[in-house]
């Protein structure tokens, strides 16, 4: 008779189970490590690191990075010397010496911090001291490689790394929540510090309150370069002296003055209003009620209006816009985008100043026809000019890199793009904007002069200047604006003492387009004697 | 047979618990070099991440022209001094720019003297 397996026969079967389960699970893990989590290390080595993601610049180059910094903290109660301690320590890391003796005579912590964000050279420097009780606490620096070139247009960020102004501040969702993906942005390096170098050099020859500029794409809605001095160290948390963290492109608003006459053209061509051609009188002064419009400078007593905007005359623009009406040259500037508020990815932004419907008058539709009485920030201007000349499309300004064709809806006609195109140049040949023409690049643009209004108060101070230039370029097939504008500009002995936009910011614009222009492949045109762009 | 079966298994346990310690033992002496190469990984990343950065600076466009101020005496060019290769005449043509002095707006070029 057949027995069934003893009761330590089962036992062992059962145990010798439970062994080849275990090592069956041993081994499944062991497949599953080496095999399906083999990416694992490698995230763990790179974990930790950043916290915000890198900036870098349409071409890839670093424009901001976390970096490894370290925070100083000392034990007084450790320190022999605590008056010397101080001493070394407040000349190696700039901290003040009071504040730091004080808190390591009457330490009420164990710990006093002596500064935060401690470069690897300081921190060699520091132990090199040999002092005993310091305590080097991990951090991380948010560093700008282009220092004060980019530094409103980039912002910067809190010590606790929260973004404060600019894209930091407008991009701190994107930067936080990939912190290992760079954020590219549309700016081109190259274009910003030949814009930054420029518009500086030309606030300091003109005494300049303030001055800045604007790269456009008008095609993408890219911004390649935005400027504002005074500028700051973003680097060197603290303003110092003349530093200013303000950005007068995007945060400011201005009564632009003439270069808001390009909007009335438009308005004016698009509606048939008038033709390039047309002769208007122009005088010594038109009167509309118990208000007279004045001319910058004297005119003779007619112009055509290529004339009037060649040689932007008040008079003749004035006349032009009332024949539109102040009901639809509301409705056109509404429809430009310069009646809202343009908001973009810097956290910036102006709400333009205007006047209410019912306020909307004669006199108001001929003083805004020449750009006062309306007060809008640059960067809404210059969106606005890109429909004007880049086939009559909305296109958004952008910060972020898209170089595919960014224009929407059609707003103006594409022929009446085309002839504000060809106004545009005749103003760089023949009228206020010959000092922005460029050898080989064919330059479109305006000037505007406008006469800043008095704080608080109502009317305009004479002879105290907003001076802008707005530049197109190459004008038959438009790539790029170049807007630059200067806050306050004195004339110089080489202007003849004239602070108007001719002199001043027309020339700048001139400047940055002959230095960007071979730079972004503009296609140039060869120069032949007696054929130049004059 | 069935003691031999008993032996074998407790030998093979016995086996077994052996070679697990020992892969235990190696994934832990594993473990601490992991976790140092990943702090070494760490802190060459940092240092590549700050060279990258210092690069940038170094290499960046204010650098630039200020070295080739004042190095080699560069300064701005006029756009009459550029070209590209697609505006040279070709052979036996004419070339574009000759002595005639060029008069305009943003820049003069003042006509070459004949050599003496």
Same mark, same amino acid.
């Given at each position: ?534 | ?72 005496? !560069?300064?701005?060019? @006029?756009?009459? /001094?550029? $070209?590209?290769?697609? *505006?040279? &005449? %070709? ?5 574009? !720019?000759?002595?005639? @002095?060029?008069? /305009?707006? $943003?820049?003069?070029? *003042?006509? &070459? %003297?004949?050599?003496?």
């Amino acid at each position: 008779m057949k027995q069934g397996p003893t009761i330590y026969q089962r036992r062992i079967v059962i145990g010798a189970a439970l062994c080849v389960a275990a090592f069956a699970l041993v081994g499944v893990r062991l497949v599953d490590v080496t095999l399906f989590r083999r990416g694992e290390a490698t995230a763990i080595a790179g974990d930790g690191l950043f916290a915000r993601a890198d900036i870098v610049d349409r071409n890839g180059e670093l424009l901001a990075r976390d970096l490894p910094v370290v925070d100083l903290y000392v034990r007084p109660h450790a320190l022999y010397d605590k008056d010397q301690a101080a001493l070394d320590l407040s000349r190696i890391t700039g901290t003040d010496y009071p504040r730091l003796k004080a808190a390591f005579d009457h330490a009420k912590s164990p710990y006093v911090l002596v500064a935060r964000q401690l470069t690897p050279d300081i921190q060699d420097k520091v132990m090199h001291l040999g002092l005993p009780g310091l305590e080097f606490e991990p951090n991380i620096k948010r560093y700008y490689t282009n220092g004060r070139a980019a530094a409103q247009l980039l912002g910067v960020t809190d010590p606790d790394g929260n973004g404060q102004s600019g894209l930091e501040g407008g991009l701190d969702v994107q930067l936080r929540t990939a912190p290992t993906i760079p954020v590219q942005i549309s700016v081109d390096m190259r274009v910003q510090y030949i814009l930054a170098n420029e518009v500086e050099a030309a606030r300091k020859t003109f005494r300049a309150l303030s001055a800045g500029g604007v790269v456009m794409d008008v095609n993408t809605g890219e911004i390649l370069a935005m400027v504002s001095v005074p500028d700051f160290d973003p680097n060197w948390r603290h303003l110092s002296g003349d530093d200013s963290d303000h950005n007068i492109m995007a945060a400011d608003r201005y009564e632009l003055g003439s270069v808001f006459k390009v909007l009335s053209f438009a308005l004016a061509m698009e509606d048939h209003t008038t033709t390039p051609d047309e002769v208007f009188p122009i005088g010594n002064g038109f009167r509309i009620g118990k208000f007279t419009i004045h001319e910058a400078e004297h005119m003779p007593a007619t112009y055509t209006a290529r004339e009037v905007l060649a040689h932007s005359s008040n008079i003749g623009t004035a006349q032009i816009a009332l024949r539109s009406g102040g009901v639809r040259q509301r409705q056109f500037l509404d429809s430009m985008g310069v009646l809202h508020i343009l908001h973009t990815e810097l956290s910036e932004f102006a709400r333009p100043l205007y006047p209410a419907a019912k306020n909307w008058g004669t006199i108001e539709t001929a003083t805004i026809g020449f750009g006062h009485g309306i007060s809008v920030a640059p960067l809404s201007y210059i969106a606005a000019a890109a429909i004007v000349v880049n086939g009559g499309r909305r296109v958004a300004p952008t910060f972020l890199k898209h170089p595919a064709d960014g224009r929407g809806e059609q707003v103006l006609k594409p022929e009446t793009s085309l002839k504000m195109r060809e106004l545009l140049r005749y103003v760089v040949t023949n009228g206020t904007g010959r000092k922005a023409d460029i050898a080989g690049y064919d330059v479109g643009g305006k000037t505007g002069s406008a006469e800043k209004p008095i704080p608080n108060g109502h009317g305009y101070q004479a002879h105290v200047l907003v001076t802008s230039f707005l530049g197109v370029f190459p004008i038959d097939d438009p790539r790029y604006i170049v807007f630059v504008l200067l806050d306050t500009p004195h004339g110089t002995k080489d202007t003849g003492g004239i602070a108007l936009a001719g002199s001043t910011a027309a020339p700048l614009a001139g400047r940055v387009i002959s230095r960007i222009a071979p730079i972004l492949n503009v296609p140039r045109r060869p120069v032949v004697p007696g054929h130049e762009n004059t | 047979m069935v003691r031999v079966f008993n032996t074998l298994c407790v030998a093979l346990m016995g086996l077994a618990i052996l070679a697990l310690y020992h892969v235990s033992e190696k994934t832990r002496v594993a473990n601490v070099e992991l976790t140092n190469v990943n702090r070494e990984i760490a802190r060459e990343q940092a240092s590549m991440s700050v060279l990258e950065t210092e690069w940038e600076r170094v290499a960046g466009p204010a650098k630039i022209q200020a070295l080739a101020q004042t190095n080699l005496g !560069l300064t701005g060019a @006029p756009t009459v /001094q550029l $070209s590209s290769f697609d *505006a040279l &005449p %070709r052979r036996g043509e004419e070339a574009p !720019l000759s002595d005639t @002095p060029i008069h /305009q707006a $943003s820049v003069q070029v *003042a006509t &070459p %003297r004949p050599a003496q």
